[in-house]
């Protein structure tokens, strides 16, 4: 399946931010867009948010990461009108840690063997 998408360019110490300079478009693309993450009893804009710090505990990650690392969830002490704008908001500065272009790539199914996968990436 080609369905899987890129939230960030490397791996580990490596993996940067995009710096495609398009948030907007970033957000018009992105697969979690209506997709909120409850993530430590917080809700974020996304998972890829949610989790940086993770990333950020386990890797050396650059300063680049920074702007997004300082991304502030929304509170579970927050009032109605603060939970319906952050609900209404649509793109934002962090949404620039994401490609503004689809970058789909393809995982091998780990529910065929071998053989399977060879037959079907013949198909």
């Known amino acids: 399946m080609r369905k899987w998408t ?27 867009r209506h997709c909120k993450q ?15 710090p993770m990333q950020k505990g386990k890797y050396r990650l650059s300063e680049k990461w920074d702007p997004y690392l300082a991304y ?15 609900a209404a908001l649509e793109d934002e500065a962090a ?13 091998p199914n780990p529910l065929r063997r071998p053989k399977d996968r060879a037959s079907a990436s013949a198909a």
């Open 6 to 32: 890129r939230r960030y360019e490397g791996f580990g110490n490596a993996m940067t931010p995009f710096d495609d300079g398009d948030p907007r478009s970033s957000w018009e693309i992105c697969p979690a």
């Open 38 to 52: 409850l993530h430590d009893g917080q809700i974020w804009k996304c998972a890829p948010l949610a989790y940086l």
């Open 72 to 86: 502030q969830p929304l509170d579970p002490g927050c009032s109605n009108a603060e939970l319906q704008a952050f």
């Open 95 to 107: 949404c620039g840690m994401c490609p503004a272009k689809q970058r789909f790539f393809e995982l």
